[in-house]
């Protein structure tokens, strides 16, 4: 059974075509990046595929079944992390996750679990708001993970983290991948996290798949790496992206 299903879907905002046509097919256990220059419709995208905003045509089936029949069932199986998370400030840490862990009849006890997979012990009593960035995204993981979700949604869930907690992030997901029940789609602007972590790569530019397979099929002797092979594709150059994303 496919775990995700887009099939010519577009999505438009006012004047702007945010979507253009998108087709994939994700299988179980995938760990799928989707990358692309800013604007180029990938968060756009995501957020469809989540059930959080609706194509304008096309279809999207999350394990054979469509949002708006069975948006209750597919709630329990996914996890995500939006680009950017706000939270309740007036909440801690660990309140914050029982009351998530709540919404999805959870014990108590997976609040603390997921805790530790991501390194919150020191700051469970800190209230939300007095978070730095990284800790915030590392909140927004804990989020994602308290259902053990089958598919798993991040939307540059290491963008801004420092390069000792992107390490620690990509060790969670790695033992995710081993485990194998687990489907990830993640954005990202860094080409290493796609590699390290991600076999599926789908580029996207303008609204549109520009390429996509398995790494090692798309890459040639004028790409020799991911960062040639975005380049290549679209024409600029992902160092100006990474200034752009730390501004
Ligand atoms: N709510 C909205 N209203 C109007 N335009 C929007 C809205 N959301 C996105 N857009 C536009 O749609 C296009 C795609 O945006 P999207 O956020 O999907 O890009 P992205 O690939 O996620 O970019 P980034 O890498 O910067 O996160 C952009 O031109 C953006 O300005
Ligand atoms: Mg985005």
Same mark, same amino acid.
């Given at each position: 059974?496919?775990?995700?299903?887009?099939?010519?879907?577009?999505?438009?905002?006012?004047?702007?075509?945010?979507?253009?046509?998108?087709?994939?097919?994700?299988?179980?256990?995938?760990?799928?990046?989707?990358?692309?220059?800013?604007?180029?419709?990938?968060?756009?995208?995501?957020?469809?595929?989540?059930?959080?905003?609706?194509?304008?045509?096309? !279809?999207?089936?999350?394990?054979?079944?469509?949002?708006?029949?069975?948006?209750? !069932?597919?709630?329990?199986?996914?996890?995500?992390?939006?680009?950017?998370?706000?939270?309740?400030?007036?909440?801690?840490?660990?309140?914050?996750?029982?009351?998530?862990?709540?919404?999805?009849?959870?014990?108590?006890?997976?609040?603390?679990?997921?805790?530790?997979?991501?390194?919150?012990?020191?700051?469970?009593?800190?209230?939300?708001?007095?978070?730095?960035?990284?800790?915030?995204?590392?909140?927004?993981?804990?989020?994602?993970?308290?259902?053990?979700?089958?598919?798993?949604?991040?939307?540059?869930?290491?963008?801004?983290?420092?390069?000792?907690?992107?390490?620690?992030?990509?060790?969670?997901?790695?033992?995710?991948?081993?485990?194998?029940?687990?489907?990830?789609?993640?954005?990202?602007?860094?080409?290493?996290?796609?590699?390290?972590?991600?076999?599926?790569?789908?580029?996207?530019?303008?609204?549109?798949?520009?390429?996509?397979?398995?790494?090692?099929?798309?890459?040639?002797?004028?790409?020799?790496?991911?960062?040639?092979?975005?380049?290549?594709?679209?024409?600029?150059?992902?160092?100006?992206?990474?200034?752009?994303?730390?501004?």
């Amino acid at each position: 059974m496919l775990q995700i299903e887009v099939k010519d879907v577009k999505k438009s905002f006012k004047d702007v075509q945010a979507v253009r046509g998108i087709s994939l097919a994700i299988e179980r256990g995938e760990f799928v990046a989707l990358l692309g220059p800013n604007g180029a419709g990938k968060t756009t995208l995501v957020e469809m595929m989540e059930g959080l905003r609706t194509p304008d045509s096309g !279809e999207i089936r999350i394990q054979e079944k469509t949002w708006q029949k069975n948006e209750k !069932e597919l709630r329990k199986i996914i996890g995500l992390s939006l680009q950017e998370t706000r939270f309740s400030e007036k909440l801690t840490v660990l309140e914050t996750l029982r009351l998530f862990a709540s919404f999805f009849d959870l014990a108590d006890d997976r609040a603390k679990e997921v805790i530790a997979l991501t390194g919150l012990e020191n700051k469970q009593k800190s209230l939300t708001g007095t978070l730095s960035g990284g800790q915030r995204q590392r909140l927004a993981l804990a989020v994602a993970l308290l259902n053990h979700p089958e598919i798993l949604f991040l939307d540059e869930p290491t963008t801004g983290l420092d390069p000792h907690s992107r390490l620690d992030l990509w060790n969670i997901l790695k033992k995710l991948k081993d485990e194998g029940r687990t489907t990830l789609i993640l954005t990202t602007h860094y080409m290493e996290e796609a590699e390290s972590l991600c076999d599926h790569i789908i580029i996207v530019d303008e609204g549109k798949i520009i390429q996509e397979g398995e790494l090692s099929d798309m890459l040639d002797e004028n790409s020799h790496n991911l960062d040639e092979l975005f380049i290549n594709l679209t024409g600029k150059k992902l160092n100006d992206i990474d200034e752009i994303v730390q501004k």
